[in-house]
């Protein structure tokens, strides 16, 4: 009488599952890490930069905007910095740019950043 041999051996299941496992949070943190910044490419903050543009701050506040990943334009339809609980808007009338409170220099109230929290 032969023994019929099954496709996988319940040892053999037990070591995929708990590598399966064992790797489960960093693929889910990988893919959530990354979320924000594959819908930015570094082209896209450079195309709108000049609209609100960073020229008068300092080396630590150009390094905070880009940390957060501010870009004038923002990529996505239902976050902007004018819906973002952070935007200030401009004192002067006809300004264009506004502030934020954690983005120093100039912000664009189309821009974006992943700071960005709803606003209300
Ligand atoms: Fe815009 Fe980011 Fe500031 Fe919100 S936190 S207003 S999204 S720059």
């Known amino acids: 009488m032969s023994e019929q041999k099954l496709p996988v051996t319940r040892r053999e299941f037990l070591v995929r599952f708990c590598a399966a496992a ?3 949070p960093f693929l889910t943190s990988f893919g959530s890490a990354n979320h924000g910044r594959a819908a930015i490419a570094p082209s896209d903050s450079r195309e709108f930069a000049s609209e609100c543009p960073d ?4 080396a630590e506040q150009v390094k905070t905007r880009e940390g957060l990943q501010y870009v004038d334009a ?8 004018k ?4 935007y200030k808007v401009p004192e002067e009338k006809d300004a264009v740019c506004g502030g934020c409170q954690v983005v120093p220099g100039p912000i664009h109230p189309n821009g974006y950043c992943i700071a960005w929290a709803a606003a209300g």
Do not use: I
Not at 55 to 58: K, S, Y
Not at 74 to 81: I, L
Not at 83 to 86: A, N, V
């Open 83 to 86: 819906g973002c609980r952070l």
């Open 74 to 81: 923002s990529p996505h339809k239902d976050k902007q910095c």
């Open 22 to 24: 064992a790797a489960a």
């Open 55 to 58: 020229a008068d701050l300092t």
